[in-house]
């Protein structure tokens, strides 16, 4: 089924832990994003790829660095995990067409614990 | 302060009943979109606006431009309409979002 997949689906670290999580779709989007949800605030943007080779950070890039490996994939990288890092984590992606988003489209979500 | 302002953040309605969720913005935006949020975590994009109407089954979304405010109608409410409703605008290349309304439908 075309969409937005994204693994793994729950994850638990230990402080001072890395991992990646990946994401890839499969609609030929240009646009990939990666946010955190979290109670009582919403969904937060923590770094987007408005197209192939472009990244940019969101509102909370702290502590997060993402790769965007070619059209398909975008990647978010915790180097040393902390509690703070507790969350949901969604990878999306869009269609963009001067400056209009089309076609928004959600992973599943990561639900990552950090202890 | 939120760049988009969801109300009301519960709603709790009995099976039948017409519901009707608001969002206010206050940033200039090139559309707004509304997700639904299932109890498992899913999030479903339902609709993107820019002008104007749009209906899809018992789903109608509105926005007006000028008053920067949008709602979300569900007509003939279900159980399974129970979710989050998360309204999200984009600007630029940023995307802003409310922090959602939780909707309980009872049978």
């Known amino acids: 089924n075309a969409g937005v997949t994204q693994t793994p689906k729950f994850q638990v670290l230990k402080t001072g832990q890395s991992m990646t999580l990946q994401c890839a779709q499969d609609?030929?989007?240009?646009?990939m994003y990666w946010y955190r949800q979290d109670p009582g605030m919403g969904l937060r943007l923590i770094y987007y790829?408005?197209?192939?080779?472009?990244?940019d950070k969101g509102e909370v890039p702290n502590g997060y660095n993402v790769s965007r490996l070619n059209k398909r994939e975008f990647s978010l990288r915790l180097e040393s995990a902390a509690p703070s890092q507790t969350s949901v984590y969604f990878c999306?992606?869009?269609?963009?067409?001067?400056?209009?988003?089309?076609?928004?489209?959600f992973g599943s979500g990561t639900r990552l614990t950090v202890v | 302060k939120n760049e988009v302002e969801q109300s009301p953040q519960n709603l709790t309605a009995q099976e039948g009943e017409f519901i009707t969720i608001n969002c206010s913005y206050s940033?200039?935006?090139?559309?707004l979109h509304w997700l639904q949020q299932h109890p498992g975590g899913g999030i479903v994009s339902l609709f993107m606006?820019?002008?104007g109407k749009k209906k899809h089954g018992r789903l109608i979304a509105t926005i007006n431009i000028q008053e920067k405010h949008s709602s979300l109608h569900i007509t003939a409410s279900h159980p399974r309409d129970s979710a989050v409703y998360i309204c999200?605008?984009?600007?630029?290349?940023?995307?802003?979002f409310g922090t959602g309304t939780s909707l309980t439908v009872i049978p």
């Open positions: 999200a605008v984009s600007s630029s290349n940023q995307f802003y």
């Open positions: 790829s408005a197209s192939e080779g472009t990244t």
């Open positions: 609609m030929n989007h240009n646009s």
């Open positions: 999306a992606s869009s269609e963009s067409i001067l400056g209009s988003y089309y076609g928004y489209t």
């Open positions: 940033v200039g935006i090139s559309a």
């Open positions: 606006l820019s002008s």
